[in-house]
């Protein structure tokens, strides 16, 4: 007996090296469709206490600094524009097959209360290449086209 199925891969990564982890702002806010973590939003309305609606960001601009060693790459904030990083820590079940436990599966769903960081200049975001819209170049200057990095 055999199963066919086919998992959508997503962009991953990390906040690297961020200052909202330590001194700054980790906003909670309520995205309007299917958002990948490690992609760009910014914050709208208000909703409720430590609540606010998505918006598209602008003004983003970074410098792609290197590939890391599991494939991601190293952006470097220049600037941060409104944009803020989306990072909700995926929780995956222990007992699932390898092939389900890969970052890469998950998404937050639209509706979802996301875990999105204030960036400032200087900042390192470890983005999969899946969060660019276009194989990334050392060196290159980045912006944003839509969520992804362009």
């Not at 910014?42 to 960001?57: H, V």
């Amino acid at each position: 007996m055999a199963i066919r199925y086919a998992i959508e891969s997503h962009t991953w990564g990390a906040p690297a090296k961020v200052k909202s982890a330590i001194a700054g702002h980790i906003y909670n806010v309520q995205v309007s469709e299917d958002t990948d973590n490690c992609s760009f939003i910014a914050k709208d309305a208000w909703l409720s206490f430590d609540l606010y609606s998505d918006k598209a960001a602008t003004g983003f601009s970074g410098i792609v600094r290197e590939q890391a060693a599991n494939g991601n790459y190293n952006v470097e904030v220049v600037n941060p524009g409104d944009a803020l990083f989306v990072y909700t820590v995926p929780v995956i079940e222990e007992e699932w097959t390898n092939n389900f436990k890969k970052e890469s599966n998950f998404f937050n769903a639209e509706g979802d209360v996301v875990r999105a960081y204030e960036l400032a200049p200087g900042d390192i975001l470890e983005i999969s290449e899946a969060g660019f819209t276009a194989t990334p170049t050392i060196g290159a200057t980045v912006t944003l086209s839509g969520k992804k990095l362009a």
